[in-house]
C-alpha cells in the first residue's frame, strides 16, 4: 500500500516563504513522477510542479519564477520551495504520485496573509 505524507505548511505572510516535503512509502514503479497541486477555496485543483525521477521539470506559469521543484530519490522525498509567496497561493498542496498509478497525499494548508 502508497502512502504519500506532506509536511511544511503554514501561515507566513506576503513575501515570505515555505518548504513543503513529502515521503513516499510502500511499493511502487520506478521511474515515477513527484510533485504538488493544490486547491484553494471555490476552484478547481490544479498543477503547481512536478517532477520525474530523471530530474525532469513541469511548473504552473503562475509560479515558475517562484518556486523550485527537488527530489531526493534515494528517500522517495519531495519538495517544494516556495518564495515570494502572495495570497493567491493560499490553498490546500496535496503532494502527488504517478508510478504509473496515482496516488495523492492528505494535504498540508498554506495560508498567505497580506
Known amino acids: 500500500q502508497v502512502q504519500l505524507v506532506e509536511s511544511g505548511g503554514g501561515l507566513v505572510q506576503a513575501g515570505g516563504s515555505l518548504r513543503l516535503s513529502c515521503t513516499a512509502s510502500g511499493r511502487f514503479f520506478s521511474p515515477n513522477t513527484m510533485g504538488w497541486y493544490r486547491q484553494a477555496p471555490g476552484k478547481q485543483r490544479e498543477l503547481v510542479a512536478v517532477?520525474?525521477?530523471?530530474?525532469?521539470?513541469n511548473y504552473a506559469d503562475s509560479v515558475k519564477d517562484r518556486f523550485t521543484i527537488s527530489r531526493d530519490n534515494a528517500k522517495n522525498t519531495v519538495f517544494l520551495q516556495m518564495n515570494s509567496l502572495k495570497p493567491e497561493d493560499t490553498a490546500v498542496y496535496y503532494c502527488?504520485?504517478?508510478?504509473?498509478?496515482?496516488?495523492w497525499g492528505q494535504g498540508t494548508q498554506v495560508t498567505v496573509s497580506s
Open positions: 517532477v520525474t525521477s530523471g530530474g525532469i521539470t
Open positions: 502527488y504520485l504517478r508510478a504509473p498509478s496515482n496516488y
